[in-house]
């Protein structure tokens, strides 16, 4: 994969693809992905299998131990900003992003070259950026997954957007 700081852009929208390298990974409608939830599916959220749904349905992590497949990336095919809605709908076809680099908001603070976790358990008390889906930089007193083959390429506080390299194993 190139370096950080090829061909990228420097601000973005979260789920926003952040550059144009022709080494993006997408899975989507030709082959069969679609929304397994019975609910919206933002934008820039971690998503993984359907447990227990049919092959090619997506959803948000809900345990631990879930193989993440990718990112969900902004598809203006699906705006209802109107609406406050910004996501894949129900039973739709949706996309997800395996390989390459996107925009997405911090629910904690991130450092540049850090590790990255995966909420998948919400707490009690949400803190004001967190969501299920969201990436940090811990555990989370193991309500976020350790996920390796990711790189987070830029230093932000809480609820920013900063960018993410992907090299998620393509299945």
Do not use: C
Not at 9 to 17: A, R, S
Not at 31 to 48: A, C, D, H, K, M
Not at 53 to 71: C, N, R
Not at 119 to 137: F, K
């Amino acid at each position: 994969m190139p370096s950080a700081g090829q061909y990228f852009q420097d601000k973005g929208y979260e789920g926003q693809i952040a550059s144009i390298q022709n080494y993006h990974y997408l899975r989507g409608t030709l082959e069969g992905i679609t929304n397994g939830s019975s609910s919206y599916l933002p934008w820039g959220r971690f998503i993984v299998a359907k447990p227990g749904g049919m092959a090619g349905e997506i959803d948000l992590p809900s345990a631990t131990g879930q193989k993440i497949l990718g990112v969900t990336p902004f598809n203006d095919r699906f705006m209802r900003l109107s609406k406050g809605v910004t996501g894949y709908p129900p039973k739709q076809a949706a996309v997800y992003l395996a390989k390459g680099v996107i925009f997405l908001r911090a629910e904690t603070a991130m450092t540049g070259g850090g590790d990255i976790y995966v909420r998948h358990t919400a707490n009690t008390v949400p803190g004001q950026h967190e969501a299920i889906g969201r990436p940090r930089n811990n555990a989370d007193g193991g309500k976020a997954d350790k996920l390796n083959n990711a790189r987070v390429l830029d230093t932000v506080v809480a609820g920013e957007i900063f960018r993410l390299e992907l090299d998620l194993p393509v299945t």
